[in-house]
Protein backbone atom coordinates (compact mmCIF):
# COMPACT_ATOMS: atom_id res chain seq x y z
CA UNK A 1 0.00 0.00 0.00
CA UNK A 2 1.30 3.26 -0.76
CA UNK A 3 0.69 6.91 -0.95
CA UNK A 4 1.39 10.00 -2.71
CA UNK A 5 2.39 12.79 -1.00
CA UNK A 6 3.04 16.57 -2.75
CA UNK A 7 5.17 19.07 -1.51
CA UNK A 8 4.61 21.03 1.60
CA UNK A 9 2.82 17.49 2.77
CA UNK A 10 5.23 16.78 5.43
CA UNK A 11 5.06 20.44 7.12
CA UNK A 12 3.76 18.73 9.80
CA UNK A 13 5.86 15.49 11.02
CA UNK A 14 3.89 14.15 13.81
CA UNK A 15 0.98 13.37 11.09
CA UNK A 16 3.25 10.63 9.59
CA UNK A 17 1.77 7.61 11.32
CA UNK A 18 1.54 3.55 11.03
CA UNK A 19 -1.70 3.76 9.35
CA UNK A 20 -2.38 2.13 5.37
CA UNK A 21 -2.23 4.17 2.93
CA UNK A 22 -4.07 5.13 0.25
CA UNK A 23 -4.86 7.29 -2.41
CA UNK A 24 -2.66 9.62 -4.92
CA UNK A 25 -2.09 12.84 -5.50
CA UNK A 26 -2.93 14.93 -8.69
CA UNK A 27 -0.21 13.49 -11.79
CA UNK A 28 2.88 15.43 -12.08
CA UNK A 29 4.28 17.42 -14.75
CA UNK A 30 6.06 15.40 -17.43
CA UNK A 31 9.40 15.08 -17.54
CA UNK A 32 11.10 18.06 -19.23
CA UNK A 33 8.05 20.39 -18.78
CA UNK A 34 9.32 24.14 -17.79
CA UNK A 35 9.15 25.76 -14.67
CA UNK A 36 6.94 29.30 -14.35
CA UNK A 37 10.25 30.69 -15.06
CA UNK A 38 10.61 29.06 -18.12
CA UNK A 39 13.66 26.87 -17.46
CA UNK A 40 13.59 22.75 -18.04
CA UNK A 41 12.52 20.77 -14.73
CA UNK A 42 12.30 16.82 -14.80
CA UNK A 43 10.35 14.89 -12.08
CA UNK A 44 11.30 11.93 -10.60
CA UNK A 45 9.30 9.60 -9.05
CA UNK A 46 10.81 8.39 -5.57
CA UNK A 47 9.82 5.85 -3.33
CA UNK A 48 10.11 5.96 0.45
CA UNK A 49 9.42 5.49 3.56
CA UNK A 50 7.26 8.17 5.44
CA UNK A 51 10.19 8.73 8.61
CA UNK A 52 12.68 10.01 8.03
CA UNK A 53 13.37 9.33 4.35
CA UNK A 54 10.01 11.49 2.80
CA UNK A 55 10.82 13.97 5.26
CA UNK A 56 14.12 14.41 3.78
CA UNK A 57 12.83 14.35 0.32
CA UNK A 58 10.51 16.78 1.10
CA UNK A 59 13.35 19.04 2.40
CA UNK A 60 14.86 18.88 -0.28
CA UNK A 61 11.79 19.41 -2.80
CA UNK A 62 10.77 22.37 -0.99
CA UNK A 63 14.20 24.05 -0.46
CA UNK A 64 16.91 22.57 -2.97
CA UNK A 65 15.09 20.40 -5.97
CA UNK A 66 13.89 23.89 -8.38
CA UNK A 67 17.26 25.55 -8.72
CA UNK A 68 18.81 22.01 -9.63
CA UNK A 69 15.89 21.33 -12.11
CA UNK A 70 13.89 18.78 -10.30
CA UNK A 71 10.41 18.14 -9.19
CA UNK A 72 10.26 15.18 -6.38
CA UNK A 73 7.15 13.15 -6.79
CA UNK A 74 7.70 11.40 -3.52
CA UNK A 75 5.56 7.54 -3.09
CA UNK A 76 5.36 6.44 0.50
CA UNK A 77 5.58 3.17 1.57
CA UNK A 78 4.44 1.54 4.72
CA UNK A 79 6.59 -1.89 4.25
CA UNK A 80 9.87 -3.05 3.20
CA UNK A 81 8.73 -4.92 -0.08
CA UNK A 82 6.43 -2.74 -2.36
CA UNK A 83 9.48 0.12 -2.95
CA UNK A 84 11.90 -2.66 -4.40
CA UNK A 85 8.82 -4.21 -7.01
CA UNK A 86 7.64 -0.87 -7.95
CA UNK A 87 11.12 0.10 -8.80
CA UNK A 88 11.64 -3.04 -10.85
CA UNK A 89 8.66 -2.57 -12.40
CA UNK A 90 9.35 1.25 -14.04
CA UNK A 91 7.27 2.67 -11.49
CA UNK A 92 9.70 4.60 -9.48
CA UNK A 93 12.89 6.48 -10.95
CA UNK A 94 14.57 5.62 -7.28
CA UNK A 95 14.08 4.55 -3.97
CA UNK A 96 15.24 5.76 -0.65
CA UNK A 97 14.42 3.39 2.26
CA UNK A 98 16.95 0.73 3.02
CA UNK A 99 20.45 -0.17 3.40
CA UNK A 100 22.65 -2.20 2.31
CA UNK A 101 22.20 -6.15 3.77
CA UNK A 102 18.53 -5.62 2.76
CA UNK A 103 19.92 -4.24 -0.27
CA UNK A 104 21.82 -7.43 -0.96
CA UNK A 105 19.48 -9.59 0.22
CA UNK A 106 16.26 -8.46 -1.64
CA UNK A 107 18.50 -8.33 -5.17
CA UNK A 108 19.94 -12.04 -4.44
CA UNK A 109 16.06 -13.58 -3.33
CA UNK A 110 14.42 -11.28 -6.40
CA UNK A 111 17.61 -10.75 -9.13
CA UNK A 112 17.04 -7.44 -9.13
CA UNK A 113 18.67 -5.35 -11.48
CA UNK A 114 19.41 -2.44 -9.56
CA UNK A 115 22.55 -0.40 -7.88
CA UNK A 116 23.11 2.01 -5.45
CA UNK A 117 24.48 5.38 -4.44
CA UNK A 118 26.42 5.95 -0.96
CA UNK A 119 24.46 5.98 2.25
CA UNK A 120 22.68 9.44 3.62
CA UNK A 121 21.70 8.46 7.36
CA UNK A 122 21.37 5.80 9.85
CA UNK A 123 18.58 4.95 11.78
CA UNK A 124 20.15 3.00 14.99
CA UNK A 125 18.31 0.04 16.12
CA UNK A 126 17.44 -0.24 19.02
CA UNK A 127 15.09 -2.87 21.75
CA UNK A 128 11.86 -1.08 23.31
CA UNK A 129 9.68 -2.49 26.27
CA UNK A 130 6.83 -1.43 27.78
CA UNK A 131 6.72 -3.66 30.72
CA UNK A 132 9.91 -3.02 31.95
CA UNK A 133 12.34 0.25 32.23
CA UNK A 134 16.05 -1.47 32.22
CA UNK A 135 17.13 -4.83 30.31
CA UNK A 136 18.17 -6.07 33.67
CA UNK A 137 14.86 -6.05 34.28
CA UNK A 138 13.98 -8.78 31.92
CA UNK A 139 13.09 -11.97 32.97
CA UNK A 140 14.40 -15.31 32.26
CA UNK A 141 12.42 -16.80 29.35
CA UNK A 142 10.80 -13.45 28.23
CA UNK A 143 9.25 -13.10 24.86
CA UNK A 144 11.05 -10.77 22.11
CA UNK A 145 9.82 -9.58 19.19
CA UNK A 146 12.06 -9.78 16.04
CA UNK A 147 11.70 -8.96 12.43
CA UNK A 148 11.38 -11.97 10.03
CA UNK A 149 13.24 -10.11 6.59
CA UNK A 150 16.86 -11.55 6.91
CA UNK A 151 18.92 -8.19 6.68
CA UNK A 152 17.69 -6.76 9.34
CA UNK A 153 16.88 -10.16 11.70
CA UNK A 154 20.63 -10.49 11.56
CA UNK A 155 20.95 -6.80 12.83
CA UNK A 156 18.70 -7.57 15.74
CA UNK A 157 20.63 -10.50 16.77
CA UNK A 158 23.91 -8.81 16.77
CA UNK A 159 23.07 -6.06 18.71
CA UNK A 160 21.60 -8.92 20.87
CA UNK A 161 24.89 -10.10 20.96
CA UNK A 162 26.60 -6.95 21.09
CA UNK A 163 24.49 -6.77 25.17
CA UNK A 164 25.62 -10.12 26.29
CA UNK A 165 22.17 -11.46 25.99
CA UNK A 166 23.24 -14.55 23.33
CA UNK A 167 25.84 -15.70 21.23
CA UNK A 168 25.68 -16.07 17.40
CA UNK A 169 27.30 -18.98 15.73
CA UNK A 170 30.41 -18.07 13.83
CA UNK A 171 28.26 -17.62 9.88
CA UNK A 172 31.27 -16.41 8.02
CA UNK A 173 29.86 -13.92 5.04
CA UNK A 174 26.40 -15.37 5.81
CA UNK A 175 23.79 -13.11 7.32
CA UNK A 176 23.05 -15.37 11.06
CA UNK A 177 19.12 -16.00 11.75
CA UNK A 178 17.61 -17.37 14.77
CA UNK A 179 19.08 -20.59 13.87
CA UNK A 180 22.54 -19.67 14.20
CA UNK A 181 21.90 -18.37 17.83
CA UNK A 182 24.56 -20.36 19.91
CA UNK A 183 24.06 -19.31 23.34
CA UNK A 184 20.14 -18.49 24.59
CA UNK A 185 21.65 -18.42 28.68
CA UNK A 186 18.43 -17.00 29.74
CA UNK A 187 15.67 -18.70 27.37
CA UNK A 188 14.60 -15.88 25.54
CA UNK A 189 11.80 -16.71 23.43
CA UNK A 190 11.68 -15.25 19.83
CA UNK A 191 8.73 -14.04 18.50
CA UNK A 192 9.09 -13.37 14.42
CA UNK A 193 7.08 -10.92 12.68
CA UNK A 194 6.68 -8.29 9.61
CA UNK A 195 9.20 -5.25 10.71
CA UNK A 196 5.88 -2.99 10.31
CA UNK A 197 4.03 -4.99 13.11
CA UNK A 198 6.89 -4.50 15.71
CA UNK A 199 5.65 -1.50 16.99
CA UNK A 200 1.95 -2.82 17.29
CA UNK A 201 3.50 -6.24 18.74
CA UNK A 202 5.15 -4.25 21.69
CA UNK A 203 2.37 -4.74 23.74
CA UNK A 204 2.00 -8.23 23.59
CA UNK A 205 5.83 -9.14 23.80
CA UNK A 206 8.23 -8.55 26.70
CA UNK A 207 10.56 -6.56 24.27
CA UNK A 208 10.82 -5.87 20.49
CA UNK A 209 13.88 -4.53 17.97
CA UNK A 210 12.38 -2.09 15.88
CA UNK A 211 13.54 -0.41 12.88
CA UNK A 212 14.00 3.18 13.15
CA UNK A 213 11.68 4.33 11.05
CA UNK A 214 8.78 2.54 12.13
CA UNK A 215 9.81 3.64 15.48
CA UNK A 216 9.82 7.24 14.97
CA UNK A 217 6.51 7.10 12.62
CA UNK A 218 4.90 5.77 16.25
CA UNK A 219 6.53 8.77 18.11
CA UNK A 220 9.11 6.62 19.84
CA UNK A 221 12.75 8.36 20.37
CA UNK A 222 15.31 5.28 19.25
CA UNK A 223 17.88 7.63 21.82
CA UNK A 224 15.63 8.53 24.86
CA UNK A 225 12.32 5.78 24.72
CA UNK A 226 14.99 2.69 24.09
CA UNK A 227 16.66 -0.03 26.58
CA UNK A 228 19.57 -0.51 24.39
CA UNK A 229 20.50 1.21 21.09
CA UNK A 230 23.25 0.50 18.75
CA UNK A 231 25.66 2.85 17.86
CA UNK A 232 25.66 5.06 14.85
CA UNK A 233 29.73 5.26 14.57
CA UNK A 234 31.21 3.00 11.77
CA UNK A 235 27.48 1.74 11.55
CA UNK A 236 27.20 -0.08 8.13
CA UNK A 237 23.39 0.33 7.84
CA UNK A 238 23.58 3.76 5.97
CA UNK A 239 20.48 3.68 4.14
CA UNK A 240 20.57 5.16 0.32
CA UNK A 241 18.96 6.41 -3.11
CA UNK A 242 18.61 2.51 -5.14
CA UNK A 243 18.09 2.62 -9.13
CA UNK A 244 17.60 0.67 -11.92
CA UNK A 245 21.31 0.02 -13.06
CA UNK A 246 20.54 1.34 -16.00
CA UNK A 247 19.87 4.78 -14.49
CA UNK A 248 22.68 5.09 -12.38
CA UNK A 249 24.12 7.74 -14.37
CA UNK A 250 21.50 9.36 -15.11
CA UNK A 251 22.47 13.20 -14.53
CA UNK A 252 19.04 14.17 -12.88
CA UNK A 253 19.49 11.18 -10.47
CA UNK A 254 22.61 12.12 -9.86
CA UNK A 255 22.23 15.90 -9.42
CA UNK A 256 19.39 14.51 -6.89
CA UNK A 257 22.02 12.61 -4.66
CA UNK A 258 24.27 15.06 -4.73
CA UNK A 259 21.77 17.16 -2.90
CA UNK A 260 20.74 14.39 -0.85
CA UNK A 261 24.69 14.41 0.46
CA UNK A 262 24.30 18.20 0.49
CA UNK A 263 25.12 20.52 3.79
CA UNK A 264 21.51 21.56 3.71
CA UNK A 265 20.80 17.75 4.02
CA UNK A 266 23.23 17.29 6.59
CA UNK A 267 21.65 20.42 8.92
CA UNK A 268 18.37 19.72 8.42
CA UNK A 269 19.07 15.98 9.72
CA UNK A 270 21.03 17.55 12.47
CA UNK A 271 18.28 19.74 13.58
CA UNK A 272 15.38 17.69 12.91
CA UNK A 273 16.71 14.72 14.94
CA UNK A 274 18.91 16.84 17.51
CA UNK A 275 19.44 13.41 19.64
CA UNK A 276 20.81 11.07 17.46
CA UNK A 277 17.01 9.56 16.58
CA UNK A 278 18.57 9.88 12.69
CA UNK A 279 22.30 10.49 11.98
CA UNK A 280 24.11 11.84 8.80
CA UNK A 281 26.45 9.04 7.09
CA UNK A 282 28.20 11.40 5.17
Known amino acids: MRRIVGPAALAAAAALA ?14 GASSPAGEK ?19 VQDNLAQAAGLNLEIVTYDDYVLPNTALDEGDLDANFF ?16 FD ?14 QQWDSIDEVPDGAQFGITN ?21 DTGDKDPTLLDIAENPKDFEFI ?16 AIINGNYALEAGLN ?14 PYANFLAVR ?8 IVTLDKLLHSDEVRAFIEERWPDGEVVPAF
Not at 18 to 31: H, N, W, Y
Not at 41 to 59: M, Y
Not at 222 to 231: G, H, M, Q, T, Y
Open 18 to 31: LAACGGSADEPAAA
Open 41 to 59: VTTLRIGASPTPHAEILEF
Open 98 to 113: QHLPYYTSQVSEHGYD
Open 116 to 129: HFDGIHIEPYAAYS
Open 149 to 169: DPGNQARALELLEQQGLITLA
Open 192 to 207: ETAPESLVRALQDVDL
Open 222 to 235: PVKDSLFIESGEDN
Open 245 to 252: AQDKTRPE
